[in-house]
């Protein structure tokens, strides 16, 4: 009996161009999670599911994720074949991929979703999974970059969006970032709105806050910065 492969293949269809291709998934039985950052980043033992998120058309190089809007208007399209689709070589990402070529995938997902003019929390998305590739290669520098390119798209997404998603975990994930960036006193400021919102009832993202608003606290003293009376008050 032949071994289960990691990767098998589903159909899809290019919101661009429109015809039917395969992109490859990664079998749940091989999706084995070595840990999970505190901003979400999961570091995978095997095979890293994040690779193939994104579907890359094959015929015109549209590249997007389940998370895009489905409609595509003539104008869109247009503006995407005078930025790229008109100098398309036919590059292959539908089977395996290496971490070259899944930042690829997002790179130019990316920029699908600014000409698409996609949702801020899209585009979010795409810039933190960027992030997280340079994380997995121990890049800082470009890490940080892009986190703060999320940073500022989660920000957007806060304010535009607020009402429709999950605010508790949105306004932790932005405290955290701030946090990875070294801006604590905005970090602190976004999870102490997660701790005392009375209407906030996610206890998951109430607790996650309270440690990672010990942790901020941590890296002040670490840095030598001075506390708010807050946190010199708490002692905790």
Same mark, same amino acid.
């Given at each position: 009996m032949?071994? /289960?492969?990691?990767?098998? &293949?589903?159909?899809? +269809?290019?919101?661009?161009?429109?015809?039917?291709?395969?992109?490859?998934?990664? !079998?749940?039985?091989f999706k084995?999670?070595?840990k999970?950052?505190t901003d979400?980043?999961?570091?995978?033992?095997?095979?890293?599911?994040?690779?193939?998120?994104?579907r890359?058309?094959p015929?015109?190089g549209?590249?997007? +994720?389940? %998370?895009?809007?489905? !409609?595509?208007?003539?104008?869109h #399209?247009? $503006?995407?074949y005078?930025? $790229?689709? #008109? %100098?398309?070589n036919?590059l292959d990402? +539908?089977?395996e991929?290496?971490?070259?070529?899944?930042?690829?995938?997002y790179?130019?997902? /990316?920029?699908?979703?600014q000409? #698409?003019? @996609?949702?801020? !929390?899209v585009v979010a998305?795409?810039?933190h999974?960027?992030?997280?590739l340079?994380r997995?290669?121990?890049? !800082? @520098?470009?890490e940080?970059?892009?986190? @703060?390119?999320?940073?500022d798209?989660?920000?957007?997404?806060?304010?535009?969006?607020?009402a429709?998603?999950? %605010?508790?975990?949105?306004?932790? &994930?932005?405290?955290?970032?701030?946090?990875r /960036?070294?801006?604590?006193?905005?970090a602190v $400021?976004w999870f102490?709105?997660?701790? %005392?919102?009375k209407?906030?009832m996610?206890?998951?993202?109430i607790?996650?806050?309270?440690?990672?608003?010990v942790q901020?606290?941590?890296?002040? /003293?670490?840095a030598?910065?001075?506390l708010?009376?807050e946190?010199?008050?708490?002692g905790?």
């Amino acid at each position: 009996m032949a071994e /289960l492969e990691p990767l098998y &293949l589903i159909q899809t +269809t290019c919101l661009c161009c429109e015809q039917p291709f395969h992109t490859s998934r990664v !079998r749940s039985s091989f999706k084995k999670t070595a840990k999970t950052d505190t901003d979400f980043c999961m570091h995978y033992k095997t095979v890293n599911p994040d690779y193939y998120v994104v579907r890359v058309c094959p015929f015109c190089g549209f590249s997007f +994720t389940e %998370n895009f809007s489905e !409609r595509m208007t003539p104008k869109h #399209k247009s $503006l995407y074949y005078d930025r $790229l689709g #008109k %100098n398309w070589n036919a590059l292959d990402l +539908t089977g395996e991929r290496d971490w070259n070529a899944a930042m690829q995938s997002y790179k130019l997902a /990316l920029v699908c979703a600014q000409i #698409k003019e @996609e949702k801020d !929390r899209v585009v979010a998305g795409l810039l933190h999974h960027i992030a997280w590739l340079y994380r997995y290669k121990d890049n !800082r @520098e470009q890490e940080n970059r892009f986190l @703060e390119f999320a940073l500022d798209a989660y920000v957007k997404v806060f304010e535009t969006e607020g009402a429709d998603v999950n %605010n508790a975990r949105l306004m932790y &994930l932005i405290g955290e970032l701030h946090r990875r /960036l070294a801006n604590y006193q905005q970090a602190v $400021l976004w999870f102490g709105r997660v701790i %005392n919102d009375k209407k906030i009832m996610d206890s998951a993202m109430i607790r996650a806050s309270r440690e990672q608003w010990v942790q901020t606290r941590e890296d002040m /003293l670490a840095a030598k910065m001075e506390l708010p009376e807050e946190m010199r008050e708490s002692g905790t």
